[in-house]
T-cell receptor, first 110, second 110 residues
Framework: SQQGEEDPQALSIQEGENATMNCSYK?????LQWYRQNSGRGLVHLIL?????REKHSGRLRVTLDTSKKSSSLLITASRAADTASYFC??????????FGPGTRLSVLP | EAQVTQNPRYLITVTGKKLTVTCSQN?????MSWYRQDPGLGLRQIYY???????DKGDVPEGYKVSRKEKRNFPLILESPSPNQTSLYFC?????????FGQGTRLTVV
């Protein structure tokens, strides 16, 4: 059963702008992760936020988590053409499998 | 370097011809999993393994088999491939809240 749902499905922005992607999920989680996928390649882990955390930063990435709304957002600041990729959220609960959403396809135009 | 290695990267085969996609990891992770990725559907789990000789069905196991005879290897077997199994396949390991993906195998069944 699909848990995470990213929004929007696709996003086009200019280089230098900020990109925000959202993820909603349905059941309890103990953590939420964001992954990046360059075209046709494996997913690469970006950041993990635990259910007791509200915000986390890593370089130009900022992730928020609102467990009351069962949602998370990924903000990429000062985007670059190299940020063009698909971004996926994944949720997991204790001992259970990761569930991935369909992803947001981000295009950063030079 | 920590790696999940899949082979082959690309494969075109005919309906009904048995094939195996190999997956090997050098991180000594207990958990391994196979996903397929199709446009608009995100990643769907096929099978997973919590440890040697322990395998379980994921969300879309029909038409697939797996085995886990040793910790490092987790091959995906298609006994009689059909065109609806044309997809991009990923092997992944997991440690804690993070997944590590192979580079993917693009399979076409004609």
């Amino acid at each position: 059963s699909q848990q995470g749902e990213e929004d929007p499905q696709a996003l086009s922005i200019q280089e230098g702008e900020n990109a925000t992607m959202n993820c909603s999920y349905k059941t309890s989680i103990n953590n939420l992760q964001w992954y990046r996928q360059n075209s046709g390649r494996g997913l690469v882990h970006l950041i993990l936020i635990r259910s007791n955390e509200r915000e986390k930063h890593s370089g130009r990435l900022r992730v928020t988590l609102d467990t009351s709304k069962k949602s998370s957002s990924l903000l990429i600041t000062a985007s670059r053409a190299a940020d063009t990729a698909s971004y996926f959220c994944a949720t997991s609960n204790y001992g259970q499998n990761f569930v991935f959403g369909p992803g947001t396809r981000l295009s950063v135009l030079p | 370097e920590a790696q999940v290695t899949q082979n082959p990267r690309y494969l075109i085969t005919v309906t009904g011809k048995k094939l195996t996609v190999t997956c090997s990891q050098n991180m000594n992770h207990e958990y391994m999993s196979w996903y397929r990725q199709d446009p608009g559907l995100g990643l769907r789990q096929i099978y997973y393994s919590m440890n040697v000789e322990v395998t379980d069905k994921g969300d879309v196991p029909e038409g697939y088999k797996v085995s886990r005879k040793e910790k490092r290897n987790f091959p995906l077997i298609l006994e009689s491939p059909s065109p609806n199994q044309t997809s991009l396949y990923f092997c992944a390991t997991r440690l804690g809240g993070r997944a590590f993906f192979g580079q993917g195998t693009r399979l076409t069944v004609v």
